[in-house]
């Protein structure tokens, strides 16, 4: 743990600002958990989501900052879920909420960061897999008689 970074400024700007959202969207998510508002999908709803969404990004951001290849897609699903239960909402208040209005934007503009071609490749490029995964991937690839690039053998 001496060696966790929380930001890693040497990222692309856009990866950079997807995690400091992801951290800022975690904020609000223990807030409204916190004072059991129900911003999201009334009381029970929050009081489901609002853990698993801060939670998981959290998670997302450190591992983001640790150039960790399954924390990239964890923020990923976590904007995608974000993005849906904000839809979902502005849906409910018939566009009419202007705090609403400005979640959608932030929502939005979190998923674009994370799924930008900078961010992209960055992480396609850099980013760590774990070991066992790696190892499960590089076994499956064998099995069909594929090399490292994914091309059948011999090429």
């Keep these: 743990m001496a060696n966790t970074k929380w930001l890693d400024r040497s990222q692309p700007q ?3 600002s997807g995690t400091v959202l992801l951290y800022f969207n975690a904020f609000w998510w ?15 709803g929050s009081a489901v989501l609002s853990p698993v969404m801060a939670l998981g990004a959290l998670f997302a951001g450190l591992a ?38 400005i979640n959608l934007v932030f929502g939005v503009a979190l998923l674009a960061l994370l799924l930008h071609p900078m961010s992209r490749n960055y992480q396609r ?14 076994s499956a690839r064998v099995r069909q008689g594929r090399n490292r690039r994914g091309w059948p053998q011999g090429h």
């Design 125 to 138: 490029i850099w980013f760590r897999t774990n070991a066992k995964v790696a190892k499960a991937l590089r």
């Design 64 to 101: 983001i900052a640790n150039e960790r290849r399954e924390g990239y897609w964890g923020g990923v699903a976590i904007a995608v879920v974000n993005l849906l239960a904000l839809v979902v909402l502005f849906v409910d208040v018939h566009g009419q909420s202007f705090s609403v209005i």
């Design 30 to 44: 223990l807030l409204d958990l916190m004072t059991l508002n129900g911003t999201y999908l009334g009381v029970l």
């Design 14 to 16: 856009t990866l950079y």
